[in-house]
Structure formats: structure tokens, C-alpha cells
């Protein structure tokens, strides 16, 4: 799903945050790898529906991925990023081959490794289909040391990037998080080398149930953990649900484009 008109969304939010002083100390059982800045700022660069290997057999198709990446290594640069979100659509995947579908990841992460950024994906809906497969995908992007990319719901037709990640004080000593960052996966496109009479064979583009299921518990447990702290949360996810559109339509002054 194309987002917004434009092949590629940017948008840059500095998130800041009270960190007083807690006297919770349970750490997280994962690595401690996000951290807001001294100052209390922590700031996200997202880039969404990059579509890299569209048309790749003609020549504005190649020459898009090169302007892509030109713009991403400017705001990059421009830019003093926490975390890289790749927000779905990573690659075309109906134009692109088996052979070398997801190779396009190398290509995506490019400039994230060259400047040592960490990153966290989700996939959408053009990151499935007959030639293409999210599994690909995520196993392709953990070749990189710095790729947060996970998968944490493991039932079936539950998709792949759903997973957390928590943000911690610029104090090493405060193990709680200040700041849970959600990534769900909304699915979409066709299944891997499946088809029925030549025509590929849909996936559901929402997210799925089981989810909604491990989203509840999971948020549940943290809070139990961290013995009712109150954490701030921000989720990512490539097809926005239907609120979204109805708040867009029935809100004066909020712009579809510049307010996505």
C-alpha cells in the first residue's frame, strides 16, 4: 500500500520525556541497546514505502533506488537519530526475482551501517509475494549486527515483525524503561511461491488476531514487571487501521499528507 503519494515518507520526531528519579530497578531481560540522550531527547528517523526493486528491469526503476538512497544518506546526516524505523514496503516485491529479492536489504541498509545506526522494521504489504517472503526478509536483515528487527509472535499467519523495544534513561543505573516502541506486522501481499490457476494467493492485510492476543499479555507482564510503572508506548505499523482514515476525514485542519 502506497501510503502517501510520494515513493518515500519521511518523518523525523524528537520524543521528549520527563526522567525523574525511580526507585524501580528490575531489568529488562533483553539488551539494554536504546537509550534517550543526556539531554532527555530521543529521536526517531523513519523512512516508509522505499520500494527498492521496482521496475528493476528498466531503467528509472534502478535509477529510483539510487535517488532513494541519496536522500536517505541526507537526512541521515542531517539528522542526530536514536533509531532508523524502515516502516514497511521495503521492496517491491512483485517486480523482483527470486534469486535476488531480498539482496535488496543489503542495499536498504546501506547507509545505516555505514554510520552505525540502529534500525527496526516492519514489513508490508508489497514485502510479500510470489518471488518474495518475509521469513527472507527478517533472516536477511539479522545478518547485521545493529538490525533490532525481531519477531516475537510465532503462531501461524500472525506475520513476521511484531516485537518490542524498550528505551532506557540516559542514567545506566535506572533499569526500567522509559519508553516501549511496538512494531506490528499488517501483513498483506501474496504468499510466497503459492498460487492457485496462475493468480497469487492473498494474505489478510491487517494485523491478525493472535497479536492483538500476545500485544495484551505481553503489556500485561511488563507491567507486572516493572511493578506498575507507568511507560509511555509508540507503535509502528504499515497499513494504518481504519481510525486512522476517520480521524483524517473528520478533523478540521489536519493536513493527510503533512499529518499521516
Same mark, same amino acid.
Given at each position: 500500500?502506497?501510503?502517501? *503519494?510520494?515513493?518515500?515518507?519521511?518523518?523525523?520526531?524528537?520524543?521528549? =520525556?520527563?526522567?525523574?528519579?525511580?526507585?524501580? *530497578?528490575?531489568?529488562?531481560?533483553?539488551?539494554?541497546?536504546?537509550?534517550?540522550?543526556?539531554?532527555?531527547?530521543?529521536?526517531?528517523? +523513519?523512512?516508509?514505502?522505499?520500494?527498492?526493486?521496482?521496475?528493476?528491469?528498466?531503467?528509472?526503476?534502478?535509477?529510483?533506488?539510487?535517488?532513494?538512497?541519496?536522500?536517505?544518506?541526507?537526512?541521515?546526516?542531517?539528522?542526530?537519530?536514536?533509531?532508523?524505523?524502515?516502516?514497511?514496503?521495503?521492496? *517491491?516485491?512483485?517486480?523482483?526475482?527470486?534469486?535476488?529479492?531480498?539482496?535488496?536489504?543489503?542495499?536498504?541498509?546501506?547507509?545505516?551501517?555505514?554510520?552505525?545506526?540502529?534500525?527496526?522494521?516492519?514489513?508490508?504489504?508489497?514485502?510479500?509475494?510470489?518471488?518474495?517472503?518475509?521469513?527472507?526478509?527478517?533472516?536477511?536483515?539479522?545478518?547485521?549486527?545493529?538490525?533490532?528487527?525481531?519477531?516475537?509472535?510465532?503462531?501461524?499467519?500472525?506475520?513476521?515483525?511484531?516485537?518490542?523495544?524498550?528505551?532506557?534513561?540516559?542514567?545506566?543505573?535506572?533499569?526500567?524503561?522509559?519508553?516501549? +516502541?511496538?512494531?506490528?506486522?499488517?501483513?498483506?501481499?501474496?504468499?510466497?511461491?503459492?498460487?492457485?490457476?496462475? *493468480?497469487?494467493?492473498?494474505?489478510?492485510?491487517?494485523?491478525?488476531?493472535?497479536?492483538?492476543?500476545? =500485544?495484551?499479555?505481553?503489556?500485561?507482564?511488563?507491567?507486572?514487571?516493572?511493578?506498575?510503572?507507568? +511507560?509511555?508506548?509508540?507503535?509502528?505499523?504499515?497499513?494504518?487501521?481504519?481510525?486512522?482514515?476517520?480521524?483524517?476525514?473528520?478533523?478540521?485542519?489536519?493536513?493527510?499528507?503533512?499529518?499521516?
Amino acid at each position: 500500500m502506497q501510503i502517501l *503519494t510520494a515513493s518515500i515518507m519521511y518523518l523525523r520526531s524528537s520524543l521528549q =520525556f520527563l526522567l525523574g528519579a525511580t526507585s524501580l *530497578t528490575s531489568a529488562h531481560p533483553g539488551r539494554q541497546l536504546l537509550r534517550f540522550t543526556n539531554d532527555g531527547t530521543f529521536q526517531v528517523s +523513519i523512512f516508509e514505502d522505499l520500494h527498492f526493486g521496482e521496475a528493476e528491469d528498466l531503467e528509472w526503476g534502478p535509477q529510483q533506488d539510487v535517488n532513494t538512497t541519496r536522500v536517505m544518506n541526507a537526512i541521515l546526516d542531517s539528522e542526530q537519530q536514536q533509531l532508523v524505523v524502515l516502516n514497511g514496503d521495503l521492496i *517491491t516485491g512483485e517486480n523482483t526475482y527470486r534469486h535476488n529479492s531480498s539482496a535488496y536489504i543489503d542495499q536498504i541498509v546501506a547507509p545505516l551501517v555505514q554510520r552505525g545506526n540502529y534500525w527496526a522494521s516492519t514489513y508490508g504489504n508489497h514485502d510479500s509475494d510470489f518471488n518474495l517472503s518475509r521469513s527472507a526478509l527478517l533472516a536477511r536483515e539479522q545478518h547485521y549486527a545493529n538490525s533490532l528487527t525481531a519477531n516475537m509472535v510465532q503462531t501461524s499467519n500472525a506475520g513476521v515483525t511484531n516485537y518490542y523495544l524498550p528505551v532506557y534513561s540516559s542514567d545506566r543505573r535506572d533499569r526500567t524503561p522509559k519508553l516501549l +516502541i511496538w512494531f506490528f506486522d499488517s501483513r498483506g501481499g501474496n504468499r510466497y511461491q503459492q498460487q492457485t490457476n496462475g *493468480t497469487g494467493v492473498p494474505i489478510p492485510n491487517w494485523v491478525g488476531p493472535s497479536v492483538v492476543d500476545w =500485544f495484551t499479555s505481553t503489556k500485561q507482564s511488563l507491567s507486572r514487571h516493572y511493578k506498575n510503572a507507568s +511507560i509511555p508506548s509508540l507503535a509502528f505499523v504499515h497499513i494504518p487501521v481504519s481510525a486512522m482514515l476517520a480521524f483524517q476525514q473528520a478533523s478540521a485542519g489536519v493536513s493527510p499528507t503533512q499529518e499521516p
